[in-house]
């Protein structure tokens, strides 16, 4: 691999044709005031390809408002994105909608959007066409779930699909740009080795061939965690074999984990406990990587909590 093979923009780096293609096509709708809907697996970036639209684009030099749909109770997501009024005392506070005006609004995993918000944000589109007064705020929804698939349930309005999804784009997942695995472990390795303070490090064959044997369901995210672990406690300048600790590949070879006669309850039970052990308690990042809600996994972890799990 040559310098020439990597296509390296910002803080976004690949050498995989298709994931460079996506990019460039990103970065030519940049200018428009087009809404733009990107879906992909956790971890693989779609924060970032956010960021990489809104800094190309003549908003860039406004803040980005962003929003979280599944980090906060419906009630409490109603006020941050459309604000309230206390009728009362005249206290106001001002919604996400408000603030990113003349800017982009980043909606993160909008499929978690309750159906009654969905209508009233569908609503303030439509409101805002009729009245020509136009809606002077670029729209970037970011999913980890299939929102078509979701319409089809009647779990996601499809009028307001139609609005988010004029310009998809389908972030692949880390496991099927093989090239892309070599170029971003070198990278996270210098950066994080930089950022430490530690002397520079490379990877044995054996640790290298260690890397290229998981298939990443957590993607680039878990990919920069797992290197984190290992720069910080190997106290070689090569990386071996035994520092890149990743917790499935090793259950595999000690014959723990997941075994036929478990029941369904049971495996997930362990795969969010393993998840939240490899986190470091981390809900948020957990989450993102077992592809579901904050909400949901808080839920569980209570519940293991009642059997005495935690």
């Not at 409101?127 to 136009?134: D, K, V």
């Not at 980890?144 to 310009?167: A, C």
Request: with cysteine; aromatic share 6%; charged share 25%.
């Amino acid at each position: 691999m040559t310098n020439k093979d990597v296509y390296f923009d910002q803080t976004i780096l690949t050498v995989d044709p298709l994931f460079r293609n996506m990019l460039i096509m990103a970065k030519n709708v940049a200018s428009s005031k087009a809404s733009v809907l990107i879906t992909g697996e956790s971890g693989t970036g779609k924060d970032l390809l956010v960021k990489y639209i809104h800094s190309n684009s003549p908003r860039a030099t406004k803040k980005i408002v962003t929003v979280g749909c599944d980090s906060v109770s419906p009630l409490d997501l109603e006020t941050e994105i459309f604000g309230h009024e206390n009728k009362l005392t005249g206290e106001k506070r001002i919604g996400k909608l408000e603030l990113a005006q003349g800017s982009t609004l980043q909606i993160d995993e909008i499929s978690a959007l309750p159906l009654a918000l969905q209508a009233r944000l569908l609503r303030v589109f439509q409101e805002s066409e009729s009245l020509g007064s136009g809606f002077n705020i670029r729209i970037l929804a970011t999913s980890t779930r299939d929102l078509k698939d979701l319409v089809r349930k009647g779990e996601f309005r499809e009028d307001l699909y139609y609005r988010l999804n004029v310009i998809p784009i389908q972030i692949p997942p880390l496991r099927e740009r093989p090239g892309d695995l070599e170029v971003l472990s070198r990278h996270f390795l210098d950066l994080i080795s930089a950022g430490n303070g530690r002397e520079k490090k490379v990877f044995s064959a054996q640790a290298f061939a260690k890397l290229k044997q998981w298939t990443w369901p957590g993607n680039v995210r878990e990919l920069q965690n797992v290197i984190s672990h290992a720069v910080l406690t190997s106290v070689n300048p090569v990386i071996q074999d035994a520092d890149v600790h990743i917790p499935e590949i090793e259950e595999r070879k000690s014959g723990s984990g997941l075994s036929p006669g478990m029941t369904v309850s049971e495996a997930e039970k362990l795969l969010i406990l393993k998840t939240l052990e490899f986190t470091d308690q981390n809900r948020t990042h957990a989450a993102r990587m077992l592809g579901i809600s904050i909400r949901t996994l808080r839920n569980k972890i209570n519940e293991y909590k009642l059997e005495g799990v935690l």
